[in-house]
């Protein structure tokens, strides 16, 4: 009876420690930020579009023609006119689809302006071929007994050959200060989209892997474009970012400020971490606790400096490095 109950015991007290072992370090937190634009305090300011670099150039030519389109309907700063930005690109020699920044803040003074934005597009397109099995109702004939013959309808199967087109576009969008050459932001978007293609006719002998190909259905090449064209543009708009970031569950006395977090209360949240990080100044888990509720209310500035801080401290954390990067 007593080997029986020690057997017990230990057996609790192991899956109590493998519990207590196993229990996440970290706790996930979702919020919703406002973003300012991409110019952040530059409004008002003359901005230049030099289009995208890329070694499509019809494509980065179609990208840049809706991505202006799309600038034209801004009122937070000046667009210098494309047409001014085209004479100045004639009076010199490049490379088109590839302009340096030394031609882009040099174009930029031709024109007059104080911000130049030059992007980068890069696109792979994909074919990958397959064929659906479907039925059709066919009329067939059987004798019925005798001299007579019935009709008959019957699911038949066949295969309908097909082709999936998928388009992948990567942007880049860069903003550089024309009086300085420095570049003040980056903005990177990727977006995919694909394209069911039915055939007339299966094809011989096709490929069992995604085939990269040089064009796609321009249906489906439009599609992703505009859309590209958007999500960029979206970028000179205050707008609402939803974000995921992970904090420490495991601080030595963060249990309120933990709690205050998983209930949105960042006020709380916030006088609680400040206060931690007072008393424990060297601990890396609480200045990334204390980034991450600066970056839900808003403060930018004071976030980046509590990221700095607890890298400073933990270089090598991985989850401090993934929170730090502040990206979407």
């Known amino acids: 009876?007593?080997?029986?109950?020690?057997?017990?015991?230990?057996?609790?007290?192991?899956?109590?420690?493998?519990?207590?072992?196993?229990?996440?370090?970290?706790?996930?937190?979702?919020?919703?930020?406002?973003?300012?634009?991409?110019?952040?305090?530059?409004?008002?300011?003359?901005?230049?579009?030099?289009?995208?670099?890329?070694?499509?150039?019809?494509?980065?030519?179609?990208?840049?023609?809706?991505?202006?389109?799309?600038?034209?309907?801004?009122?937070?700063?000046?667009?210098?006119?494309?047409?001014?930005?085209?004479?100045?690109?004639?009076?010199?020699?490049?490379?088109?689809?590839?302009?340096?920044?030394?031609?882009?803040?040099?174009?930029?003074?031709?024109?007059?302006?104080?911000?130049?934005?030059?992007?980068?597009?890069?696109?792979?397109?994909?074919?990958?071929?397959?064929?659906?099995?479907?039925?059709?109702?066919?009329?067939?004939?059987?004798?019925?007994?005798?001299?007579?013959?019935?009709?008959?309808?019957?699911?038949?199967?066949?295969?309908?050959?097909?082709?999936d087109q998928r388009a992948a576009l990567f942007g880049i969008l860069r903003v550089l200060d024309v009086e300085t050459g420095e570049e003040r932001r980056r903005e990177s978007v990727r977006i995919a989209d694909t394209l069911h293609v039915v055939l007339t006719k299966p094809i011989e002998n096709p490929p069992k892997e995604p085939v990269v190909v040089e064009r796609i259905t321009p249906a489906l090449a439009d599609r992703v474009v505009v859309r590209l064209a958007d999500l960029l543009a979206d970028r000179f708009s205050w707008r609402s970012v939803a974000l995921s970031r992970q904090i420490y569950r495991n601080v030595q006395g963060g249990e309120a400020g933990l709690a205050a977090v998983l209930r949105a209360d960042w006020a709380q949240a916030r006088e609680i971490w400040e206060s931690m990080v007072r008393e424990a100044p060297q601990n890396a888990k609480a200045w990334n606790n204390l980034a991450v509720v600066y970056e839900a209310i808003g403060e930018s500035e004071s976030a980046l400096s509590a990221y700095e801080k607890a890298l400073s401290l933990a270089p090598l954390d991985k989850r401090i490095l993934a929170n730090s990067r502040q990206e979407e």
Request: with cysteine; aromatic share 12%.
């Open 1 to 163: 009876m007593f080997i029986r109950r020690l057997y017990f015991l230990t057996c609790f007290t192991l899956l109590a420690g493998f519990a207590f072992g196993c229990a996440p370090a970290v706790q996930p937190v979702a919020f919703s930020v406002t973003r300012p634009p991409l110019l952040g305090s530059m409004e008002k300011s003359r901005v230049a579009c030099l289009g995208f670099n890329g070694a499509d150039l019809a494509l980065a030519g179609q990208l840049n023609a809706f991505f202006m389109r799309r600038l034209n309907t801004n009122t937070t700063f000046v667009l210098v006119e494309p047409l001014r930005v085209a004479q100045a690109f004639a009076g010199r020699a490049y490379r088109p689809g590839d302009i340096s920044d030394t031609q882009a803040v040099s174009i930029g003074r031709d024109v007059g302006a104080q911000i130049v934005m030059i992007g980068r597009l890069e696109a792979r397109f994909t074919e990958t071929y397959g064929e659906e099995k479907k039925y059709r109702m066919e009329e067939s004939f059987r004798p019925s007994g005798g001299a007579t013959m019935q009709i008959r309808l019957d699911n038949v199967p066949y295969y309908e050959p097909y082709i």
